[in-house]
Nanobody, 113 residues
Framework: QVQLVESGGGLVQSGGSLRLSCAAS????????MDWYRQAPGKERELVAR???????NYADSVKGRFTISKDNAKNTVYLQMNSLKPEDTAIYYC???????WGQGTQVTVFS
């Protein structure tokens, strides 16, 4: 059974940093495409960053240059390093497995000015 467990969210001042983790079980992340999505209150869920099974990476324009997605194959974990955070980054962040599709439970990120 696949499980994705996010951690690392919290409350941070504008300009600060957080690192989100997505610990996977039931799959091997090195052979899978993985994403980070986020959903702000009253808004649709949006793709933040994607890393393909071959390591190709894409970012939403709103986070380019500030966020970095990576995998640690030894820990079977996907990370999202978030720097220069802004209040508009406030959202619940979800880890997502492309195929088969699974979602984590989400972790709250709140950025205050």
């Amino acid at each position: 059974q696949v499980q994705l467990v996010e951690s690392g969210g919290g409350l941070v001042q504008s300009g600060g940093s957080l690192r989100l983790s997505c610990a996977a079980s039931g799959i091997i992340v090195s052979s899978r495409g993985m994403d980070w999505y986020r959903q702000a209150p009253g808004k649709e869920r949006e793709l933040v960053a994607r890393i393909s099974r071959t390591g190709v990476i894409n970012y939403a324009d709103s986070v380019k240059g500030r966020f970095t997605i990576s995998k640690d194959n030894a820990k079977n974990t996907v990370y999202l390093q978030m720097n220069s955070l802004k209040p508009e980054d406030t959202a619940i962040y979800y880890c997502h497995l492309l195929f088969p599709e699974y979602w984590g439970q989400g972790t709250q990120v709140t950025v205050f000015s």
